[in-house]
């Protein structure tokens, strides 16, 4: 089992729909995690992060953190064109005393017009 | 905004010769790290340091070395570039506490003929 698992894709949603991307991690003990953007051919962008269980709202983006389930997810309200990416979740747990990311495989969204 | 810069941007260099990839950031941040990606692929940490003078290897095993002799700079380097090389190399950054985000600069993309 992966650490950190994601669905690869490719999610297709119509533009103006809410596209919902899923992540697992396995490390119980995980304390940060993170969504991160990334198009083709370019570095990942940070756009969220979340610590604690519940939901966290940063204008269309919504994380949502389930400790208890080891389960987080973005959701991404009004989809657009320019949202079409590659989007990774990345959690900080105890590994190399808390210093490392472990990134998913990414999951690639794709917004249609 | 993080400000985290890696030169050169585009490589393309023949088999057997001496590259350095350099990132370098403005921000004081302790911890920095180097990641290895392929077109398409997932993300694999191949060097890590916590600070000066302090470098260890990531969880992908890579014929490259890295140093540590300024906080603000941490070059990769590869004594004998072979095509099995070329790839995408990103570098990141993240200061103090792991509560605190991560940030990566542009990519380096490498091409060995």
């Known amino acids: 089992q992966k650490e950190v698992e994601q669905n690869s894709g490719p999610l297709s949603v119509p533009e103006g729909a809410i596209a919902s991307l899923n992540c697992t991690y396995s490390d119980r003990v995980s304390q940060s995690f993170f969504w991160y953007r990334q198009y083709s051919g370019k570095s990942p962008e940070l756009i969220m992060s979340?610590?604690?269980?519940g939901d966290k709202e940063d204008g269309r983006f919504t994380a949502q953190l389930n400790k208890a389930s080891q389960y987080v997810s973005l959701l991404i309200r009004d989809s657009q064109p320019s949202d079409s990416a590659t989007y990774l979740c990345?959690?900080?747990?105890?590994?190399?005393?808390?210093?490392?990311?472990?990134f998913g495989t990414g999951t690639q969204l794709k917004v249609e017009l | 905004e993080a400000d985290i810069y890696q030169t050169p941007r585009y490589l393309v260099i023949g088999t057997g010769k001496k590259i350095t990839l350099e990132c370098s950031q403005t921000?004081?941040?302790?911890?920095m790290y180097w990641y290895q990606q392929d077109p398409g692929m997932e993300l694999h940490l191949i060097h890590y340091?916590?600070?000066?003078?302090?470098?260890e290897k990531g969880d992908l095993s890579s014929e490259s070395t890295v140093s540590r002799i300024r906080t603000e700079h941490f070059p990769l380097t590869l004594e004998s570039a072979r095509p099995s090389h070329t790839s995408q190399y990103l570098c990141a950054s993240i200061q103090g506490a792991s509560y605190n985000e991560q940030f990566f600069g542009p990519g380096t993309r490498l091409t060995v003929l």
């Open positions: 921000m004081g941040h302790d911890k």
């Open positions: 979340i610590y604690s269980n």
């Open positions: 340091s916590y600070g000066v003078n302090s470098t």
């Open positions: 990345a959690v900080r747990g105890l590994t190399g005393g808390g210093n490392k990311l472990t």
